[in-house]
């Protein structure tokens, strides 16, 4: 992805899943732009380049990653936090991005984001060293979160209600034209080693887009605000913020400093920062109702139930993504072409499976769908562990295609119709403060999936290394073993999935409400298209 992904799906490990139906957003009295006015195409066609950058950039990094470490001597920890980073940075603030884009302006957020997102890109593709790489990659993040947020926005503004069901059509296959494209367009760039860069032209490539798109975004983007737009909870993005480096630093870095008291403190303190977020955001609500999290939400069974869900499918994005390219490129060896090719059968029937469980699945057996999905990504794991036991390093890209596709299959039955299936019983006027959580969650569960690498991955590669005496013709066999250890902990979340899911609604939900019908209260953020990995 951070790969197909629910409600996407975003990856820092993440591969871009099909999209799902958006929330939306907060609403203008009308469109901005009349329905005859032909510059709200060449508008989303701006928005719609900057959504496909951020989804791409998402799963190009993955792909680079052996390259990264080679180049800079980047440590595991670096290599973690490149992507976890991006995924905190992302998650903590998607809901102020999208409230600040209904205060002062989509379009002036969204150029803002695209600015530095831009300038970000710069900074990566120029790094000298990882600390300067990891630092630069939070602030992509996190001027990706001011960025991405004004997308759906903007078209809901822009364009009438019946016109923009052909709109986020359009969205779903830019997200799934990136599933492909990512993985792919990054394993080309970095074996092309242009201008002898290596790994650098995957963020230098946003450059020239980026550009194109200020430039012409001032142009033809019409300014948007809502007109009752909630309050700003800066205090609450520190908490939550706090909370989540206090929990996500010390799996990362203790592996390194060998597991040090402080890093337990921390963890466990980090439950005490959210105990505190949670009191403040009573408080909050209570103040002047714009708290960052609606926590009467969780009152609503399917809703909490489904945000643990992704909380979860977050994790397995986080852990199988980044060890599935480190199994495969340090592991076995391969270039990060062949790698990069090796994915593909995955996100085209991630893309196809999506498709048919919105329209032709969920509406006739409900949640049983989304079950079938769990249960089948977890068939198609078992069968990687074992062609990975019995093949060893001799594995090759075909054997590995039936694995692959069972499990994109699976994840495409579960990442369209998510969204919908949690949001059907939440009352209309939490619609886009929901539907914002339930991507921020994603991103959190992606960022603490990548942490926990240090120990269902790192840890037993360590193990099988000591036992060879740090030989480096072990090395290979090291990560296999690794890769397998890993991938039964991800059996694991998935059937941890597969029982949360129980308390999800039986039936699909029915959409009784038209579509131009948005809710009262101007909410901050509406979902993205999944992204994961």
């Not at 329209?359 to 069968?383: D, E, I, N, S, W």
Request: with cysteine.
């Amino acid at each position: 992805m951070t790969s197909a992904p629910p409600s996407g799906t975003r990856a820092e490990s993440p591969i871009p899943a099909a999209a799902a139906s958006p929330a939306v957003p907060a609403t203008d009295a009308a469109p901005a732009t009349s329905p005859t006015d032909r510059r709200r195409w060449f508008a989303l066609a701006i928005v719609m380049t900057a959504a496909f950058m951020d989804l791409v950039d998402v799963t190009i990094v993955n792909i680079a990653i052996p390259s990264i470490q080679g180049s800079l001597g980047a440590t595991f920890s670096a290599i973690q936090w490149i992507t976890a980073g991006y995924a905190l940075a992302f998650a903590a603030g998607l809901i102020t991005g999208g409230r600040l884009g209904d205060i002062y302006g989509r379009k002036r957020l969204f150029l803002i984001g695209m600015g530095g997102f831009t300038l970000a890109s710069a900074l990566c593709g120029f790094a000298a060293n990882p600390d300067v790489l990891v630092a630069s990659r939070i602030l992509q993040g996190a001027t990706a979160a001011l960025m991405v947020p004004q997308v759906l926005s903007i078209v809901h503004a822009t364009f009438p209600a019946h016109e923009r069901g052909k709109v986020f059509g359009l969205f779903g296959a830019i997200v799934g034209l990136g599933a492909v494209t990512g993985p792919l367009l990054g394993a080309l760039l970095t074996e092309w080693n242009l201008f002898g860069l290596e790994w650098r032209p995957i963020f230098l490539i946003n450059l020239p887009v980026g550009i194109a798109g200020l430039i012409l975004g001032r142009k033809f983007i019409t300014e948007s605000k809502a007109p009752r737009a909630l309050r700003l909870d800066l205090p609450g993005v520190v908490l939550v913020t706090l909370a989540l480096l206090a929990l996500i630093y010390p799996l990362t870095r203790g592996r390194e400093l060998d597991w040090p008291l402080w890093g337990y403190l921390s963890m466990a303190g980090s439950l005490v920062v959210l105990a505190v977020f949670v009191a403040y955001e009573r408080w909050k609500t209570r103040r002047d109702g714009s708290p960052l999290v609606e926590l009467s939400l969780f009152k609503v069974k399917s809703f909490a139930a489904g945000i643990a869900v992704q909380l979860t499918f977050g994790v397995f994005s986080g852990i199988f993504f980044m060890v599935w390219t480190l199994y495969m490129q340090i592991g076995l060896g391969w270039s990060a072409l062949r790698a990069g090719v090796t994915g593909i059968p995955f996100s085209i029937a991630v893309s196809v499976a999506a498709g048919i469980s919105v329209q032709k699945l969920v509406p006739r057996f409900g949640r049983k769908v989304l079950q079938t999905g769990a249960l089948t990504m977890a068939a198609g794991l078992l069968l990687y562990i074992w062609e990975a036991d019995h093949f060893g390093k001799e594995i090759s890209s075909w054997q590995m295609a039936l694995p692959l596709i069972v499990m994109g299959l699976g994840m495409g039955l579960i990442v369209a119709p998510l969204t919908d299936a949690v949001l059907s019983e939440v009352p209309k006027e939490h619609a886009g403060s929901a539907s914002g959580l339930i991507n921020t969650t994603g991103q959190t569960g992606n960022a603490f999936g990548i942490g926990l690498v240090s120990v269902v991955f790192f840890g037993i590669v360590d193990n099988k290394m000591e036992l060879a005496h740090g030989a480096q013709s072990a090395v290979g066999a090291a990560y296999v073993d690794a890769f397998q250890n890993a991938l039964g902990w991800v059996v694991g979340v998935l059937i941890v999935i597969f029982l949360l899911m129980f308390a999800l609604p039986k039936r699909a939900p029915e959409h009784e409400a038209p579509e131009h019908e948005a809710p009262e209260r101007a909410d901050d953020v509406q979902k993205e298209p999944a992204l994961t990995a």
